[in-house]
T-cell receptor, first 112, second 113 residues
């Protein structure tokens, strides 16, 4: 298995909703990442988990809450989002630095 | 301040010709460089990488060149195919930044049949 699987592929949520994005990999990668990508912009790093511990939080608002239940799973819990949070949310994993990350296909999030 | 820049937002090339995508960086601590290809509504796909100890890396139709003194790298695709049409992101990482990637803004490549 050489894939990073993200669910759902599309999500529409209201500003008062609570939802979660899920990411799964079975490549034995020990680092996992959440990126946010707005249209015509590069991916921007949000969170990094290394060995299931949060190692980097790039000043992301608290309405985004990451969780790493085990080495294969990464969640992003969403609550009270704003319309400007609408974007493609990408999960990635890597075995070690220097080798290309493997990205998931992303979740297209629309906040209404 | 953007540390990785792709100054051409788009590039159009005829099928069979060479595509050259350029990338400049400012952080002299970057020591590993990668190119990703991205189709709409999909995640980026790793293409090719190069370490700062090399100046060229080749993989099939794709070659990456690194000019450290100019802080410039380029991706050459020869011959270009219509299926290569996508957005290409240059990315860089630094030893002292762990495993973090800094992405350029991307270049949209269109290969015309």
């Amino acid at each position: 298995d050489t894939e990073v699987t993200q669910t759902p592929k599309h999500l529409v949520m209201g500003m008062t909703n609570k939802k979660s994005l899920k990411c799964e990999q079975h490549m034995g990668h020990r680092a996992m990442y959440w990126y946010k990508q707005k249209a015509k912009k590069p991916p921007e790093l949000m969170f990094v988990y290394s060995y299931e511990k949060l190692s980097i939080n790039e000043s992301v608002p608290s309405r985004f809450s990451p969780e790493c239940p085990n080495s294969s799973l990464l969640n992003l819990h969403l609550h009270a989002l704003q319309p400007e949070d609408s974007a493609l949310y990408l999960c990635a994993s890597s075995q070690e630095r220097g080798y290309g990350y493997t990205f998931g296909s992303g979740t297209r999030l629309t906040v209404v | 301040d953007q540390q990785v820049k792709q100054n051409s937002p788009s590039l159009s090339v005829q099928e069979g010709r060479i595509s050259i995508l350029n990338c400049d960086y400012t952080n002299s601590m970057f020591d590993y460089f990668l190119w990703y290809k991205k189709y709409p509504a999909e995640g980026p796909t790793f293409l090719i990488s190069i370490s700062s100890i090399k100046d060229k890396n080749e993989d099939g139709r794709f070659t990456v060149f690194l000019n450290k003194s100019a802080k410039h790298l380029s991706l050459h695709i020869v011959p270009s195919q219509p299926g290569d049409s996508a957005v290409y992101f240059c990315a860089a990482s630094a030893r002292n930044a762990g495993n973090m990637l800094t992405f350029g803004g991307g270049t949209r490549l269109m290969v015309k049949p």
